[in-house]
């Protein structure tokens, strides 16, 4: 199974160690518009395979993706002191036009899998793009809110004393400011979670969602201060999405899709629970919402909208 990884910056390299440390995937392409990046990338992980699971890994260019089972795009630009989020996004738009179509025609049977930032916006164009040059819509998926969704599972199960892989809850919409995190469907164990609570003697207040939240909601930030961007988390998450694809595992992430309409707003991008197997994106799930949920979830969609029309305006 050959898995093309465009773009090997923080996030690119790092998706590429991790899914290189935990095997998923025979065959690794590392591309880069700096060739000398990729191959040092390729050359240092290679370097890490005695001690995991063999794999071949190497460096080289979009024609050398041609076969690949899913490629990673997390290629882009950053974001320049006094540059508008619109102008940074014309920037991205340029990159994923030119690539996107080089990768469709070099891995026609792929699975592409966004990690630019801005997500959503990425993604829809990702979409727009491929779909125009021959790939059916499934098989272009965003990370969404998978890391944000892992964030509330991991601060809730700090907070309940479970193991994170026992809290189910989910973080809708855009990746980003407007998200939402879903309270009122958050199941432990398969207990609601404010039966849990109860059970446990733990005080399920305004001050522990709010604290939740913040942690959830501004969690890049703190780290971006600390250490200038995240990458160990969405590379986790790139290698969770990668092996439920070549795997066809049909499991259930929070990807970001274009969907024909969210909560009332047509044709936009942003993440609804997914199910992910070989093919892409074989089906979206809508979970009950209570009604500030649901409020809050077309807000989130018409934030990313706007963006996206503004986009197409400029």
Known sequence: MKIGVVGTG????????TLAMQGVGSELVLVD???ALAQAHGMDI??????????????????????ADLVVVAAGVNQQPGETRLALLQRNAAIFGELIPQIVQAAPDAVLIIATNPLDIMTHIATRIAVAAGLPASRVIGTGTMLDTAR?????????????GSVHAYVLGEHGDSEVLIWSSVHIGGIPLADFAAARGIALDDALRAEVDHGVRRAAYQIIQGKGA??????????ALSRAVLFDERCVYTVSAMHSEVEGIPS????LPGIIGRNGLTGTL???????????????????????QAMDAA
């Not at 370097?47 to 063999?54: G, I, L």
């Not at 509330?152 to 994170?164: C, D, H, I």
């Open 286 to 308: 809508k979970p009950v919402l209570n009604e500030a949920e649901h409020a809050a979830l077309q807000t989130s969609a018409s934030v990313i909208l706007q963006h996206i």
């Open 33 to 35: 518009h700096q060739p």
């Open 268 to 271: 936009v991008s942003l993440s």
């Open 10 to 17: 923080f996030v690119g390299s790092t998706a590429a160690y």
């Open 152 to 164: 509330f599972r991991a601060l809730l199960g700090e907070r309940l004393g479970v193991a994170s």
């Open 230 to 239: 995240t990458y160990f988390g969405i590379a986790s998450a790139i290698t």
């Open 46 to 67: 290679l370097h890490a395979v005695p001690f995991s699971h063999p794999v071949q890994i190497r460096s080289g260019d979009i024609a050398d993706l041609r076969g």
